[in-house]
């Protein structure tokens, strides 16, 4: 694995539930990254950090809500979702968010599904 | 906007041949361009990066890849095809936005390998 560990791997929930994935680097790096991947879609950046404060927001509904303790953990807390919200969903993390060499290195993902 | 395609939605060869994913981009100014590979139920790993310097860029697990800026390029290729390169890969660009780097990828061309 990369250093990069996510949990849960899988995750069903109804459309009224409130669930949090989370996301943990052990690689000393300042920046970290939440996407979505779904099927025949390019990976959507849905948020950054770098040194826990939010520096991207790419439009991403409020139903997801990010937070980011430290520059360890990553969660995205998740509420009220819709069915077309259940994809893979990707951690990265980086050196730094702003570097041009750095490259991100991923988690396993976590597969939600919303019922 | 900054942008890559993969052409090809998949690509079939067999084991021992040469194999090349192809990717096109469309940046302004110098591309920093990235190749991914992401196996069944992981996240994606970083295979190898362009910069600046020599077109030919070596990667991991004995894959290359050519940067051609006249043909705005770079696909990646690998002399001799293993099983175990089966997979998805994913060319990215890198892009600027004043706070963060943000990593554009492209759909994806699935690799098959066979025997």
């Known amino acids: 694995e990369t250093g990069v560990t996510q949990t849960p791997r899988h995750l069903v929930m109804g459309m009224t539930n409130k669930k949090s994935l989370k996301c943990e680097q052990h690689l000393g790096h300042n920046a970290m990254y939440w996407y979505k991947q779904s099927a025949k879609k390019p990976l959507e950046l849905m948020f950054v950090y770098s040194l826990e404060e939010r520096v991207e927001n790419n439009s991403v509904p409020s139903r997801f809500s990010p937070e980011c303790p430290n520059s360890s953990h990553l969660f995205l807390h998740l509420h009220t979702l819709q069915p077309e919200d259940s994809a893979l969903y990707l951690c990265a993390s980086s050196q730094d968010a702003t570097g041009s060499y750095n490259e991100q290195f991923f988690g396993p993902g976590t597969r939600l599904t919303v019922l | 906007a900054q942008s890559v395609a993969q052409p090809e939605d998949q690509v079939n060869v067999a084991e021992g041949n040469p194999l090349t994913v192809k990717c096109t981009y469309s940046?302004?100014?110098?591309?920093?361009l990235f190749w991914y590979v992401q196996y069944p139920n992981r996240g994606l790993q970083f295979l190898l990066k362009?910069?600046?310097?020599?077109?030919l860029v070596k990667g991991s697990y004995g894959f290359e890849a050519e940067f051609n800026k006249s043909q705005t390029s770079f696909h990646l290729k690998k002399p001799s095809a293993l099983v175990s390169d089966s997979a998805l890969y994913f060319c990215?660009?890198?892009?600027?936005?004043?706070?963060?780097?943000?990593?554009?990828f492209g759909t994806g061309t699935r690799l098959q390998v066979t025997l």
């Open positions: 362009y910069i600046t310097g020599d077109n």
């Open positions: 940046v302004s100014g110098n591309p920093y």
């Open positions: 990215a660009v890198r892009k600027y936005t004043g706070t963060a780097s943000k990593l554009t």
